[in-house]
């Protein structure tokens, strides 16, 4: 029900599309419409009396209501609707007019009503104040035994028909209703339809489906990343800053003995996130005053220069090609780790990553720093991050949460799968915080004792923040090794909350 509900919310275009079209087309409908008037009046039909008791009066009763109910045929008959054409000088036939006079005995009563339903109000009236007037007349002469003695029945108008105020058909408030209605049903199956074509990756559970892998981290979509995308001390987004801190954390948890010291970020697409996800990975790592370095190995579209602000114009591809000495490229970033951008773009990027140079270079790094850092190139255009891939302890792949599609996805993995990469788990980029519970991202650093707290997280099921347990190894369904990290001692990416 609440995965339901999130859907909806999620979707709110299609449903109010929906229902927008819906109300309208009913508006469209009701003003194209010829509109139809009912008219309606009452008559009373008795019996002339034939005697004083009351015997003979209960049987005039009986008789009138017994007969009453054979009168209504009468009404549309020819016989009276020949005239009613002549008086008001109706261009009809009495067949036509016959579709819009409708008689019927009031059951138990003596009493007939006479409708008509016609485009005009007035003329509504006019004709069943007509067709009334006629029909007595011809009952009146039915009921006779011969033409000079009076007629045993007397039929007169209660109530005359008058013009009525508004159409009977159509009625806007129910056309507009039933607008509404369609239009939100259609707009509902609309939404689900969407959600279940919908190929992208979504949570958690996608992630596994498609890869096999865990997910290290969910970073939420920060709407001031442009003015500050590399973390620093005091930033703003705390939820956002605080993604890169349990993606940090979890890493850590990969192999608390030995962590992973060079770490690539990689992803399927171009704009799926890798050089910011490296960056504050990076920022994040050295905060913790690891000594760090982030590496730029995208050598096709560079933009770490650009984002933390240093100089494109030496950088790795120097080094590479034995142009530089590393000290001499690297440069200090204002979020606290050194960097090593890209340098001259190279012809041919991939020959370089794969070359004895590129890894001689990551390994004197390792000399120097604790951690490196590697940005790449997308995986589904070109092999340069697979390439680059065998200098890593751990690859990260990075999604884009309701972009990323699942065979992109899949795609991406695979190619790592096939030269062995070291697949750490992924981390969902630019989630919406809709739908989800903020207070999964707020960081709650943990000081009460350990069974009150155990307690808690029994109690209500939120996942406890980190401790120092080590992480569960356990193969994935793909083959690889996938690290689990168990809910209740990692601060993990929080799952979705679904009620079935
Ligand atoms: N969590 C996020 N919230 C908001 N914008 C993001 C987030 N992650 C990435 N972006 C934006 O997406 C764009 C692409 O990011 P980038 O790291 O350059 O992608 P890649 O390196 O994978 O091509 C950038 O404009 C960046 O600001
Ligand atoms: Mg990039």
Not at 204 to 233: C, F, K, R, S, Y
Not at 289 to 300: C, S
Not at 417 to 442: E, I, M, W
Not at 459 to 486: F, M
């Amino acid at each position: 029900m609440l995965e339901f509900l999130t859907t909806l919310a999620r979707r709110w275009r299609v449903v109010v599309t929906a229902v927008l079209l819906g109300v309208a087309a009913a508006a469209l409908a009701t003003s194209q419409l010829t509109p139809s008037y009912r008219a309606e009046s009452q008559l009373f039909v008795a019996l002339a009396s034939t005697g004083d008791s009351a015997d003979a009066l209960a049987q005039g009763e009986l008789f009138a209501v017994n007969r009453v109910k054979s009168y209504p045929v009468i009404a549309d008959s020819p016989q009276v609707l020949e005239p009613v054409i002549a008086d008001l000088g109706l261009d009809v036939s009495p067949e036509e007019l016959a579709e819009e006079v409708e008689a019927e005995a009031v059951p138990q009563t003596v009493l007939i009503s006479i409708t008509v339903t016609d485009p005009s109000a007035a003329r509504s009236a006019e004709i069943a104040n007509a067709v009334s007037a006629q029909f007595i007349e011809v009952v009146e002469s039915l009921d006779r035994v011969d033409e000079d003695s009076p007629s045993p029945v007397k039929v007169t108008v209660v109530r005359p028909a008058v013009a009525p105020a508004s159409a009977s058909f159509p009625v806007p408030a129910i056309n507009l209703a039933v607008g509404l209605l369609a239009g939100l049903a259609l707009g509902i199956a609309g939404a689900a339809l969407r959600e279940t074509l919908d190929q992208t990756v979504r949570d958690e559970d996608d992630v596994e489906q498609a890869t096999g892998l865990g997910t290290l981290g969910v970073v939420p979509t920060n709407t001031h990343i442009d003015a500050e995308p590399v973390l620093a001390a005091g930033a703003s987004d705390v939820v956002w800053a605080e993604s890169y801190r349990k993606l940090r954390t979890n890493l850590s948890y990969l192999d608390p003995d030995d962590p992973p010291r060079v770490l690539m970020v990689t992803s399927a697409l171009s704009g799926d996130g890798k050089t910011v996800t490296a960056a504050n990975l990076a920022a994040s790592l050295a905060q913790t005053g690891l000594r760090t370095i982030l590496v730029e190995a995208d050598l096709r579209r560079p933009s770490l220069a650009g984002l933390l602000e240093l100089s494109p114009d030496v950088g790795v591809t120097s080094v590479v090609s034995g142009k530089a000495s590393v000290a001499d490229v690297t440069q200090r970033a204002a979020s606290g780790m050194d960097v090593l951008t890209c340098g001259p773009i190279p012809p041919n990027p991939s020959e370089l990553l794969g070359s004895r140079s590129f890894k001689r270079l990551v390994a004197g790094l390792l000399e120097t720093h604790d951690r490196v850092i590697i940005d790449t190139p997308p995986l589904v255009a070109v092999t340069d991050a697979a390439v680059t891939s065998v200098v890593a302890d751990a690859v990260i792949v990075v999604c884009t949460s309701r972009g990323t599609t699942r065979p992109d996805l899949r795609r991406a993995v695979e190619a790592l799968r096939a030269v062995d990469a070291p697949l750490a788990g992924v981390v969902l980029n630019q989630v919406s915080l809709a739908g989800r519970s903020y207070r999964q991202y707020t960081y709650e650093p943990d000081e009460r004792p350990r069974a009150r707290r155990d307690k808690r997280d029994r109690d209500t099921r939120v996942p406890a923040p980190a401790t120092s347990a080590a992480p569960r190894r356990t193969p994935g369904p793909g083959g690889a090794d996938a690290p689990v990290l168990d809910d209740e001692t990692a601060d993990h990416a929080p799952r979705h909350a679904s009620s079935g």
